[in-house]
């Protein structure tokens, strides 16, 4: 068999397959119906109210970027501030589309692209697992990430409901949802040294950037500082 | 409670995420059919996409007081740790409220 025949056969996608990936994601989903209510009980502490916060779960479903959002939220907010920071932070799904490229490659476009819809950090893991073990794995991509969006939309709406009910959140702890969410999604990323420097001077860069000039421009400048040092400093096993 | 934002902003902040979302989700894949992501363009993504979150978090680790601070140090931990996101995060919630039952 010729590597491009596998290949192909690999990029399988039909309703049975969507089917087994949606319950082989179910485990994985519960977690995030409690990130999702999470996500509900931030929004509403911010004041989103319960119809954005839903619509947002809806049709960004991309769980870090929505709670830094919620960092940036306010009256004042700057649609280009709000704009690079989303794409800063979702850039790696160009990086996951980028990797599902030779099996992706061999649907037609409207598959190719609406297999990508969904696409988020852990069905695109067990798609590559599954393909790397010669299973076909789009349906996880396409089932799981259904799977996926149905928890976080349901997570969404426990979170509100549960949030409004409490009086004081900061008794709970609850306003620490938000950066906590944040910092374990990041830490999760923390494999060596290097990733340890780039942190470092992302992190310092939006230090000095938020005190002398402020206006939400810190995360964006120390996300491209971050950028640029990972640019120039090789990883073990680059060529470039 | 921060002050209201009208629904006019609200609705241009859903369209410029979903919007922005989705040209990341389709621009890896309709990028790679025109021409194929160096290592050089992947290490800048990859690194970014982690910096941009340490940089959202450390002056709110700054500014903030010793309970935020004690927060996040517990979710540090217990991801170094565990390398479990849940627990790491109930922990970090736990110990904001403990401190300010206590003090």
């Given at each position: 068999m010729s590597p491009l025949r596998s290949e192909r056969e690999l990029s399988a996608l039909n309703p049975s397959l969507?089917?087994?990936g949606f319950r082989q994601m179910l485990p994985i989903a519960a977690f995030v119906l409690v990130f999702g209510a999470a996500y509900g009980v931030a929004a509403q502490q911010k004041g989103v109210s319960a119809g954005w916060a839903l619509a947002m779960s809806a049709f960004v479903f991309a769980g870090?970027?929505?709670?830094?959002?919620l960092d940036l939220w306010g009256p004042e907010l700057s649609m280009l501030t709000l704009a690079l920071t989303v794409l800063a932070i979702n850039a790696r799904h160009l990086l996951m589309g980028a990797s599902l490229f030779p099996w992706l490659r061999h649907l037609p476009g409207w598959q190719r692209y609406g297999a990508m819809v969904l696409a988020s950090d852990s069905n695109w893991a067990m798609t590559l697992q599954a393909m790397a073990k010669g299973s076909p794995g789009l349906g996880v991509l396409v089932g799981g990430g259904l799977?996926?969006?149905v928890f976080w939309m349901l997570g969404t709406a426990m979170g509100l409901m549960f949030g409004g009910l409490i009086a004081d959140p900061r008794v709970l702890g609850l306003d620490m949802v938000m950066a906590c969410f944040l910092l374990a999604m990041a830490t999760a990323g923390?494999?060596?040294w290097r990733t340890l420097c780039i942190w470092g001077v992302a992190g310092a860069t939006a230090l000095v950037v938020d005190a002398w000039l402020g206006h939400n421009l810190h995360v964006v400048a120390g996300a491209i500082a971050g950028g640029g040092l990972g640019?120039?400093?090789k990883?073990?096993?680059d060529d470039a | 409670m921060t002050p209201e934002v009208s629904h006019w902003l609200a609705l241009g902040v859903l369209l410029v995420m979903a919007v922005v979302t989705l040209i990341t989700r389709w621009g890896g894949v309709w990028l790679m059919s025109?021409?194929?992501i160096g290592a050089r363009v992947r290490r800048f993504i990859g690194a970014m996409s982690s910096s941009v979150l340490v940089a959202l978090l450390a002056p709110l680790a700054f500014k903030g007081d010793a309970s935020v601070r004690l927060a996040l140090l517990a979710t540090l931990v217990t991801m170094a740790l565990m390398k479990k996101p849940l627990p790491a995060i109930a922990l970090g919630l736990v110990v904001a409220a403990a401190y300010r039952g206590l003090a």
């Open positions: 969507m089917a087994a870090a970027a929505q709670f830094a959002v799977a996926l969006w923390l494999t060596s640019l120039l400093w990883e073990p096993g | 025109w021409v194929p």
